[in-house]
């Protein structure tokens, strides 16, 4: 077998030992909520699809990276690590631009969120935020789920998303029909 080969399938051994204990993870979060009958906090959720976007990412660019980029990943467990850490990262980024409605749009979901005491928030009201907002509806979830997957497997996507929203703000300030 070749060295390239060889470096190929200890890639791709780790990677499917990895996406399968993430998946794992992901499970048993999943049905330990259910077994303790608690609420499932849906970051967890973001974060796994993350988590399995950047796996899936790693996989799909294996054979077009070159053979010193390949010989590192295939001697470092932290290096094929990273990318879906930072894949988790940056879904649970999106899930914080969808709730905030940073990013919105018809094509996110659409989100289930206590209110907050007035006129100034309690601990409680931040507890209950982060234990009790979900998606309005299935189909929210569904769209919840893919893009987190696609906040993983795209290294740029949230990146871009957050440079735009950050243009659209900056054009808002600059913009004379917002002046009184």
Same mark, same amino acid.
């Given at each position: 077998?070749?060295?390239?080969?060889?470096?190929?399938? *200890? #890639?791709?051994?780790?990677?499917?030992?990895?996406?399968? *204990? &993430?998946?794992?993870?992901?499970?048993?979060? =999943? !049905? $330990?909520?259910?077994?303790?009958?608690?609420?499932?906090? @849906?970051?967890? #959720?973001?974060?796994?699809? !993350?988590?399995?976007?950047?796996?899936?990412?790693?996989?799909?660019?294996?054979?077009? $990276?070159?053979?010193?980029?390949? &010989?590192?990943?295939?001697?470092?467990?932290? +290096? @094929?690590?990273?990318?879906?850490?930072?894949? %988790?990262? =940056?879904?649970?980024?999106?899930?914080? !631009?969808?709730?905030?409605? @940073?990013?919105? %749009?018809?094509?996110?979901?659409? =989100?289930?969120?206590?209110?907050? *005491?007035?006129?100034?928030?309690?601990?409680?009201? #931040?507890?209950? =935020?982060?234990?009790?907002?979900?998606?309005?509806?299935?189909?929210?979830?569904?769209?919840?789920?893919?893009?987190?997957? #696609? &906040?993983?497997?795209?290294?740029?996507?949230?990146? +871009?998303?957050?440079?735009?929203?950050? +243009?659209?703000?900056?054009? !808002? +300030?600059?913009?004379?029909?917002?002046?009184?």
């Amino acid at each position: 077998m070749s060295t390239r080969t060889a470096m190929l399938h *200890t #890639v791709t051994k780790r990677l499917i030992l990895m996406t399968a *204990t &993430a998946l794992a993870g992901v499970v048993a979060v =999943f !049905g $330990l909520t259910l077994f303790w009958h608690q609420r499932f906090m @849906i970051s967890w #959720v973001c974060f796994g699809c !993350g988590l399995l976007g950047g796996f899936v990412s790693i996989q799909q660019r294996l054979k077009k $990276l070159g053979d010193e980029e390949l &010989a590192l990943l295939s001697r470092s467990w932290f +290096q @094929i690590l990273l990318v879906p850490i930072y894949g %988790g990262i =940056f879904s649970l980024v999106l899930y914080v !631009g969808l709730l905030s409605e @940073i990013v919105k %749009g018809p094509l996110f979901p659409h =989100f289930a969120i206590p209110p907050f *005491t007035e006129p100034l928030p309690t601990r409680d009201d #931040v507890i209950r =935020f982060l234990s009790q907002t979900y998606p309005t509806s299935g189909q929210d979830v569904a769209k919840l789920l893919f893009w987190s997957f #696609v &906040a993983g497997f795209s290294e740029r996507f949230v990146p +871009q998303l957050l440079a735009r929203s950050e +243009q659209g703000d900056k054009a !808002g +300030q600059n913009d004379p029909a917002d002046k009184p």
